[in-house]
């Protein structure tokens, strides 16, 4: 573990390459050195970085922290004084190891004063102070485009909902099979992109049989799925990206 700005220029001194950096421990976790500051990064993902004051300062913010999530929750304590906790789609708490008695799980179950990551959070290595906090942001629900979205969503369900009864996707499931889509060109419905697809689809009342494809492209693997197996795939996608959904129909003000 680099647990402060002395280790981290005393890990760095054995690199066989300061532009490549040095391994840390786990997959994926690599020192590197920028003049007199020293950048953690996990798999060309920067998290934050070791400044001549002793401080760590992260430099990530919740969406560039979502493709790597998973590696920071399970390996971050063995790199840095730092344990990382997901507590809503794309939000995260760190805190330092100084500030957690007993279980991690324990210390960032509400209430905490666990603070959420962004761009510029800083913590004392001294100490494991956090430094400059800020309160959690609360959105205020607009109602207007609230009715919105629940009017805009039941629709759009009740027509995917009348495909599926139909068996509209029985040969869409049929061509997948035959012709898989490659894996690179599979939709991965977390990502920005395929949210803005779903968003729109669901605003224009689109299910249009290429929409329908991207789905079955999505969901069809070495298992038989029916329309009715489709229609649920689908619609727990919607709900794993309602947070997501919501903000992009201006529910939440300020966002």
């Known amino acids: 573990m680099i ?6 220029q005393l890990h760095m001194e054995k690199a066989r390459s300061k532009v490549k950096g040095r391994p840390m421990k786990g997959s994926g976790w690599r020192l590197h050195q ?20 002793n401080t760590f300062m992260f430099t990530i913010d ?16 063995r ?3 730092l344990s990382w906790f997901r507590y809503a789609q794309k939000k995260y708490r760190v805190d330092h190891v100084y ?5 991690a799980w324990q210390h960032f179950a509400k209430p905490t004063s666990a603070p959420e990551v962004y761009p510029g959070l800083k913590f004392d290595m001294f100490m494991g102070k956090c430094l400059n906090a800020k309160p959690d942001y609360k959105p205020t629900i607009n109602p207007e485009k609230r009715k919105e979205w629940l009017a805009a969503s039941r629709a759009w369900k009740r027509k995917l909902k009348a495909a599926a009864r139909v068996g509209v996707f029985d040969k869409l499931i049929a061509d997948e099979k035959r012709d898989p889509t490659p894996w690179t060109e599979r939709p991965g419905w977390g990502d920005d992109e395929w949210v803005d697809t779903l968003y729109k689809a669901i605003k224009d009342g689109d299910c249009s049989i290429d929409l329908l494809r991207m789905f079955v492209a999505s969901a069809t693997g070495g298992w038989d799925v029916t329309s009715e197996w489709m ?3 689908v619609e727990d996608t919607v709900k794993r990206q309602s947070v997501e959904l919501r903000k992009r129909f201006g529910v939440f003000e300020g966002e």
């Not at 647990?3 to 981290?8: L, M, P, R």
């Not at 996990?42 to 070791?50: I, N, P, Q, S």
């Not at 979502?66 to 971050?76: D, E, K, N, P, R």
């Open 62 to 77: 919740g969406n560039r922290a979502y493709s790597i999530a998973h590696t920071l929750s399970g390996t971050m304590h």
């Open 231 to 233: 229609y649920s795939f």
């Open 99 to 103: 500030n957690i008695h007993g279980q």
């Open 3 to 8: 647990s402060s700005y002395k280790a981290a």
């Open 34 to 53: 920028d003049d007199d500051e020293y950048p953690v990064r996990v798999y060309d993902v920067e998290v934050g970085r070791f400044l001549p004051d």
């Open 79 to 81: 790199n840095l004084p």
